[in-house]
């Protein structure tokens, strides 16, 4: 049983930053594809950002590149994905997931296992 927590959502102005967390307590994250996804009222689920198995690949969305770092802290067994110069189009549910292939992939149905999501709103 896999069990995902993300978690550092909330409210902030157009232009701040959040830091989101994804954290297991009964796996090491680091063997795995871990990506992170979100979805807007209406709209659905896209892929942000993932990193490959012991990071060394990742991907970004066009839409994040430049504004949004996915990076992995072994020692908290934790990925995070930091999200600066934050725009209201950011505003959704961001879930982490994991995949137990190598290489990332922005494709929902490559993750079998899913965080509860964490509720980012941007605005003013």
């Known amino acids: 049983q896999v069990h995902l927590v993300d978690s550092g959502g909330g409210l902030v102005q157009p232009g701040g930053s959040l830091r989101l967390s994804c954290a297991a307590s009964?796996?090491?994250?680091?063997?795995?594809?871990i990506g992170w996804f979100r979805q807007a009222p209406g709209k659905e689920r896209e892929g942000v950002s993932c990193?490959?198995?012991?990071?060394?690949?990742?991907y970004y969305a066009d839409s994040v590149k430049g504004r949004f770092t996915i990076s992995r802290d072994n020692t908290k067994n934790t990925v995070y994905l930091q999200m600066n110069s934050l725009k209201p189009e950011d505003t959704a549910v961001y879930h982490c997931?994991?995949?137990?292939?190598?290489?990332?992939?922005?494709?929902?149905?490559?993750?079998?296992?899913w965080g509860q999501g964490t509720q980012v709103t941007v605005s003013s």
């Open positions: 997931a994991l995949d137990q292939g190598t290489y990332c992939s922005d494709n929902v149905w490559e993750y079998p296992y």
């Open positions: 009964d796996l090491f994250l680091d063997y795995y594809v």
């Open positions: 990193v490959s198995s012991s990071g060394g690949s990742t």
